[in-house]
């Protein structure tokens, strides 16, 4: 199976501020890699796929890169509503994997 | 507008059964995979399985080989879970979701989640 890790566990930040999340494979996944936002009690949002896409309605606000191995998910400025949980996902093959998510925090 | 309206869970014994239903609208249902993926308490994202646009095909995690059977109804739209011989660790929401195309892929939409509690 295609492990899934991504850093940090949890970040702290304030509204306006720019962050980052890491999301690293096992093994090389091309670009084969999707992000999703979830908030407390609510499903899963899907806000990336194919390691760069935003997803029809996501705020330009949010981005991705990455290839390979490596991926992050960067907000460019945060808004009270982006604090949330989010998780990467690998499509490169079955079973399907997810990271153990990221948890935003509000400083 | 893509709905997904979950219904079953509960609590149930361990060694039990129950079976959990997803009612799709607002897409050709028959057109797509679907999955269900369960999050544990306070824990991450899980897939569980997954069934092919036309059910001949699934995918199942290890986890849950052998005691869960994915299964769908396309005249009626409706995706379906059947859990038997249920642990302690199979304690959580699950969620059914659709997948973007007809193989195990990514979801971009989510039902409202179930809670499944196993628990003498």
């Known amino acids: 199976d295609i492990q899934m890790t991504q850093s940090p566990s949890s970040l702290s930040a304030s509204v306006g501020d720019r962050v980052t999340i890491t999301c690293r494979a096992s093994?090389?996944?091309?670009?084969?890699l999707n992000w999703y936002q979830q908030k407390p009690g609510k499903a899963p949002k899907l806000l990336i796929y194919?390691?760069?896409t935003l997803h029809g309605g996501v705020p330009s606000n949010f981005s991705g890169s990455g290839s390979g191995t490596d991926f992050s998910l960067t907000i460019s400025s945060l808004q009270p509503e982006d604090f949330a949980t989010y998780y990467c996902?690998?499509?490169?093959?079955?079973?399907?994997?997810f990271g153990q998510g990221t948890k935003l925090e509000i400083k | 507008e893509v709905q997904l309206l979950q219904s079953g869970g509960g609590l149930v014994q361990p060694g039990g059964s129950l079976r959990l239903s997803c009612a799709a609208s607002?897409?050709?249902?028959?057109?797509?995979?679907m999955s269900w993926v369960r999050q544990a308490p306070g824990k991450g994202l899980e897939w569980v399985s997954e069934?092919?646009?036309?059910?001949?095909?699934?995918y199942d995690a290890d986890s849950v080989k052998g005691r869960f059977t994915i299964s769908r109804d396309n005249s009626n739209n409706t995706l379906y879970l059947q859990m038997n011989s249920l642990r302690a660790d199979d304690t959580a929401v699950y969620y059914c979701?659709?997948?973007?195309?007809?193989?195990?892929?990514?979801?971009?939409?989510w039902g409202q989640g179930t809670l499944v509690t196993v628990s003498s």
């Open positions: 979701a659709k997948d973007v195309s007809t193989w195990p892929d990514y979801f971009d939409f």
């Open positions: 607002g897409f050709t249902f028959r057109h797509f995979a």
């Open positions: 069934i092919s646009p036309n059910g001949e095909t699934t």
């Open positions: 093994q090389s996944i091309s670009t084969y």
């Open positions: 194919a390691a760069s």
């Open positions: 996902q690998q499509n490169f093959g079955t079973p399907l994997t």
